[in-house]
């Protein structure tokens, strides 16, 4: 009985800190995610985030893809492959906003902003395949809760294209609590999964903090 009760304690704190990090550190407190979900909206700057998150993680293998592939934690792959699979979906998503954009609005240092994005990305390959159980699944399990912020701009930039907005078929916060307790089972795979998100989460708030640079400079051009 001892042992249940430290089991369950240690999986409820994995939740609680995968779940904390996206509040605190995710992409619904940023500003520019906060300016965006207007209706107001520049066009110009929904063309640029269609773009930059397109550019991140709309091409295949992704974070989860590569999480699937490594497989450090087994008990993960059945997940990690319905999670993939949904998220295709939303791949597709982006490519339809994107081919309704449009070009990328003309902003200063354009070469040098697709150069970040592209450090971004392969930093987020280079992480969700990491060895280290845990790091890549908390990787994952953070993308997908950072999403549902994400994913309220995407829709404002629908909206506004001419798009019809797409119902979301990405698993539910209920869900991924559940595998995040599966898997935070040791303090070991719990700093793993931690470390997995706040990694993901703070090359999304660079990506929010480009985009916004971005949009001051087409601003003063």
């Known amino acids: ?5 430290t089991h369950l304690a240690q999986a409820e704190s994995s939740w609680g800190i995968i779940a904390a990090l996206a509040e605190a550190d995710g992409s619904v407190g940023h500003p520019m995610l906060r300016r965006l979900s207007a209706r107001t909206a520049s066009m110009r700057d929904l063309s640029d985030v269609v773009h930059a998150w ?50 990328a609005p003309s902003t200063p240092g354009q070469a040098e902003s697709e150069a970040a994005i592209l450090g971004q990305r392969h930093a ?6 990491s060895d280290r159980a845990g790091c890549a699944t908390g990787a994952a399990t953070a993308l997908l809760l950072d999403w549902a912020a994400i994913r309220v701009v995407l829709d404002v930039a629908a909206e506004r294209f001419g798009v019809t907005p797409l119902e979301s078929v990405l698993p539910i916060d209920d869900e991924i609590e559940t595998v995040i307790y599966t898997l935070g089972a040791t303090p070991g795979v719990e700093r793993a999964m931690a470390f997995g998100a706040q990694q993901l989460l703070a090359q999304h708030r660079g990506l929010w903090d480009l985009l916004e640079a971005r949009a001051s400079a087409r601003d003063h051009q």
């Open 124 to 129: 987020l390959g280079m992480l969700s395949q």
């Open 1 to 5: 009985m001892a042992f249940d009760t």
């Open 54 to 103: 397109c550019m991140l993680h709309g091409r295949l293998p992704g974070v989860i893809e590569h999480a699937t592939a490594r497989n450090a934690q087994p008990l993960a792959e059945h997940w990690l492959q319905a999670a993939s699979a949904a998220f295709t979906e939303e791949r597709t998503y982006l490519a339809r906003l994107t081919a309704a954009a449009g070009h």
